[in-house]
C-alpha cells in the first residue's frame, strides 16, 4: 500500500481568506483550495482532507456555499458543514439533484478524495448578493457541463473552480469537453478583472494574461491536432506525438485522466 500525505495551510490574499490544503502520494501532489470571501464560502475542498480543511473552516465567517461544480473535491465537505447549521448552499441547476444522492465514483477517486456525503443544495442564479457585494454567475461549462465562474466586478476579481488549473494542460478528464472550455476561457476574457482565484492553482495574478496563455496553448494544440488528422494520423498516433509523457495518472484512472480525450474532442469539432 502507498503512503498518503496531506498537509494544510490558511492564507490571506488580497482581503480574501482561504486554506490551502495538499494531498499526495508517490509521484503525485494535487493542491485544493477554498475561499471566504465577505460571508461566502467559495468550494469546500475533498473529504480527504477534512482534518486539513478543518481549522479554516472553523476560522472562516460565511453563511452561504457556492460551488463551481459537482466535483469531489469541490463537495467534499459541503455536508459536514450542513451538519451544525443550516447554509444555503448553491450549485448549478443541473447538478442539484446529484448531491442528495450518494455519487459512484471509481475507486481511485474515492480512495484520492474521499466519498462525499450527501447535502441540499439550491440551484444558482444569474447572479447573488453576498454581504456588501453583487456576483455576476458565469456559465462556464467544459471542465465538466455544469462548471460556474462566479465573478466580482467591483473586487476585479474571478473565481473560477477547476476551468483554468494550470495553462499547458496534458491530460484531461474524460468528461472534459476542451473545446468548451476554450469556448469558456475566452468568454472569461471579456470580463474586467485583475485577479484569478482558480480551486487548483490558487490565487493568479495577471489573470487575464495567464487565461490568454492557456487560450493561445490550447490554440495551437487544435491546429496541430488537426494538421496531423489531415497527413491521415489515427487519433492514438497523434495522441503520442504530441502527449508522449506517461503520466501516472492516466495508468491510475486506467485512462479516465489521458491526453487523448483532448485529442478526439478536437478532432470531433474539426
Ligand atoms: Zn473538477
Not at 462556464?140 to 474571478?158: E, L, V
Not at 494550470?166 to 471579456?190: A, F, R
Not at 506525438?241 to 483532448?262: G, K, R
Amino acid at each position: 500500500m502507498f503512503t498518503i500525505e496531506k498537509s494544510g495551510e490558511i492564507l490571506h490574499v488580497n482581503g480574501i481568506f482561504m486554506a490551502k490544503c495538499t494531498i499526495s502520494v508517490p509521484g503525485t501532489s494535487i493542491t485544493v483550495y477554498s475561499f471566504n470571501i465577505d460571508g461566502v464560502l467559495i468550494d469546500t475542498g475533498a473529504r480527504s482532507l477534512h482534518e486539513q480543511f478543518q481549522p479554516f473552516f472553523e476560522q472562516a465567517d460565511f453563511d452561504q456555499i457556492m460551488l463551481t461544480h459537482f466535483h469531489e473535491d469541490h463537495t467534499g465537505n459541503a455536508a459536514s458543514l450542513q451538519q451544525y447549521r443550516e447554509i444555503p448552499t448553491f450549485i448549478h441547476r443541473m447538478s442539484t439533484h446529484l448531491t442528495e444522492r450518494s455519487a459512484r465514483l471509481p475507486m481511485y477517486r474515492q480512495a484520492f478524495w474521499g466519498q462525499p456525503e450527501v447535502f441540499t443544495s439550491q440551484p444558482l442564479g444569474q447572479s447573488f448578493v453576498s454581504r456588501n457585494d453583487t456576483w455576476e454567475v458565469i456559465e462556464t461549462p467544459g471542465h465538466t457541463k455544469d462548471h460556474m465562474s462566479f465573478y466580482n466586478r467591483d473586487r476585479g476579481a474571478i473565481f473560477t473552480g477547476d476551468l483554468f488549473v494550470t495553462p499547458k494542460v496534458k491530460v484531461v478528464h474524460i468528461d472534459e469537453n476542451i473545446v468548451s472550455t476554450l469556448d469558456s476561457l475566452k468568454k472569461v476574457l471579456t470580463y474586467d478583472f485583475e485577479h484569478m482565484y482558480c480551486c487548483h492553482a490558487g490565487y493568479v495574478k495577471d489573470a487575464k494574461k495567464w487565461i490568454q496563455l492557456k487560450v493561445d496553448y490550447l490554440e495551437e494544440i487544435e491546429g496541430k491536432i488537426l494538421a496531423f488528422s489531415k497527413q491521415g494520423k489515427e487519433i492514438n498516433e497523434i495522441t503520442a506525438e504530441l502527449f508522449p509523457t506517461p503520466y501516472p495518472i492516466i495508468a491510475a484512472s486506467n485512462t479516465e485522466w489521458s491526453p487523448v480525450h483532448i485529442v478526439r474532442n478536437f478532432l470531433n469539432r474539426g
